[in-house]
């Protein structure tokens, strides 16, 4: 089944937002570490959801819209995250690491290139 100009658009988008959440040490403090509201989420989903759209996004990168510039940021930001995330799933534990500020500055990167604002 191929996915419709706006499923695309809807997925470049959620993967975006779940960027920008790994960029915010605060959310994260917030959100992951706390559990404040109002939003209900934490790190596993982030990298449940994220890798699920990312592999859609660079199996096909173009039909998303990508530029060069946005498919390398992206794609090595997904690189790092990942290797990241196979080892690390407690935000208490790695979110004032060297090794994590490296991945929310990487995130940051994303979002400049794709000019997104939350």
Known sequence: MSLSAEDRNRILKASLRDIFRISDKE????????????ECDDFVEIV??????????????????????????????IQEFEKFSDVNDLPQLFIDTPQWTKITLMAK??????????
């Open 48 to 77: 449940c959801r994220l890798f699920q759209k990312a592999e859609s996004i660079l199996e096909e990168p173009k039909r998303y819209g990508l530029s060069d510039i946005q498919l390398h940021v992206f794609k090595n930001f």
């Open 27 to 38: 959310y994260q403090r917030r959100i992951w570490i706390r559990g404040e509201g109002p």
């Open 109 to 118: 990167k994303v979002l400049e290139v794709f000019n997104y604002q939350n």
